[in-house]
Nanobody, 124 residues
Framework: MCSCRRLGGGLVQTGGSLRLSCAASGLTLSSYYIGWFRQAPGKERDIVAA????????YYADSVKGRSTISRDNAKNTVYLEINILEPEDTAVYFC?????????????????WGKGTLVTVSS
């Protein structure tokens, strides 16, 4: 589905920022709600943020709320995730995913498509 491209580097210092992009090939992202998930070493994969097909509705996990922005550019078939004031706890493999509804992504774990993961390491 998606190729996750990392803008800003895989190794980031504490307090820095990162911007990830999820660009789809063979899939029209505007037909789906898109979520960003992350999986830290030894932990389960958790939702980080999600956005509706129009961009009008968003969801953020408490761990990133207030310092993160999810956005989308349907004309470019791309969804972005920006996280600021990075903490070592943000170290994880980040994935984008597509689902039919916001609830499917956030609550039900019903994922239609997964993107490739990209590793982000936040150094202390």
């Amino acid at each position: 589905m998606c190729s996750c491209r990392r803008l800003g580097g895989g190794l980031v210092q504490t307090g820095g920022s990162l911007r990830l992009s999820c660009a789809a090939s063979g899939l029209t992202l505007s037909s789906y709600y898109i979520g960003w998930f992350r999986q830290a070493p030894g932990k389960e994969r958790d939702i980080v943020a999600a956005i509706s097909w129009s961009g009008g509705s968003t969801y953020y996990a408490d761990s990133v709320k207030g310092r993160s922005t999810i956005s989308r550019d349907n004309a470019k078939n791309t969804v972005y995730l920006e996280i600021n004031i990075l903490e070592p706890e943000d170290t994880a493999v980040y994935f984008c995913a597509a689902g039919e509804t916001l609830g499917a992504l956030v609550r039900d774990g019903k994922i239609d498509y997964w993107g490739k993961g990209t590793l982000v390491t936040v150094s202390s």
